[in-house]
């Protein structure tokens, strides 16, 4: 039981955290890198319109948000829990790709965005926060 309680705040406090560390850089993004004149990047409907604006240089604080948070939110999930440190960094990284993938369709993106954000940014993330804890195996499940 005890285990089951801190895996389960393992994945809650991952996933918070990963999505605050998402939204705070996607927050800054727009004073660092600054949309193109004239658009209005507050709204879906604003960001879609101003999508075919956008030049290589406005996507690069989106990857970072993407990875970072599913990154840092992996890396606290196993971190965190008891037991299943792989499972639960890669289920929450899981989770951000699904996000990403909604983004992907409710957002049409660059092609090449679309690819490089949803093949290096979630899982390769969840991985690599899970192999920055030094906890290097991997339980195999007992089939029978």
């Known amino acids: ?9 393992a994945v809650v406090l991952g996933l918070f955290v990963g ?3 998402n939204m705070g850089i996607i927050t800054i993004s727009g004073s660092i890198i600054p949309p193109p004149a004239g658009t209005d990047t507050t709204t879906m409907e604003g960001l879609q319109a101003a999508m075919e604006l956008f030049e290589v240089k406005h996507f690069i604080f989106p990857f970072l948000a993407h990875a970072f948070g599913t990154l840092i939110g992996a890396l606290l ?12 960094a890669m289920g929450v990284g899981i989770f951000f790709l699904l996000g990403g993938l909604t983004m992907v369709i409710s957002l049409p993106s660059p ?18 926060g899970w192999k920055m804890t030094g906890k290097r195996s991997i339980k195999k499940p007992h089939l029978l």
């Open 1 to 9: 039981m005890k285990n089951l309680l801190r895996n389960t705040l």
């Open 19 to 21: 999505g605050t560390v």
């Open 77 to 88: 999930a196993s971190l965190v829990a008891g037991s299943h440190q792989f499972r639960l």
């Open 111 to 128: 092609l090449w965005f679309s690819i490089l954000d949803l093949g290096l940014a979630y899982l390769p993330m969840a991985w690599l």
